[in-house]
């Protein structure tokens, strides 16, 4: 993380065997920034809003799930992680097709 953000965390929204990433980045100022899985970084002008539109977009906050939340979404907590990775070599890590059902 660079030190111009003050928080980072990773959200995930789940489409039949898709996972799809999102990354929610808090900036010193306040305002916050979403890296979507087509590579386009959003502008908020809080981590409120931000929020508000990972959740609109049915996103849930990849540290909040329990195993219990990830098998309804059809996934394990072991069959996951955050990707990795910076500008362009994040992007088609930002999907993830899963195998067989949880």
Not at 36 to 51: F, V
Not at 53 to 82: C, K, N, T
């Amino acid at each position: 993380m660079n030190d111009e953000y003050t928080f980072e965390q990773w959200w995930l929204a789940s489409l039949g065997r898709l996972l799809v990433w999102a990354r929610l980045r808090v900036k010193e100022a306040g305002t916050a920034e979403v890296l979507d899985s087509d590579g386009n970084t959003l502008a908020y002008d809080s981590e409120d809003s931000a929020r508000a539109a990972l959740f609109d977009a049915e996103f849930v906050a990849f540290d909040g799930l329990d195993e219990d939340d990830a098998l309804a979404r059809g996934f394990s907590l072991s069959e996951v992680q955050p990707p990795r990775g910076e500008g362009d070599e994040l992007v088609p890590r930002m999907t993830q097709h899963l195998g067989g059902r949880a």
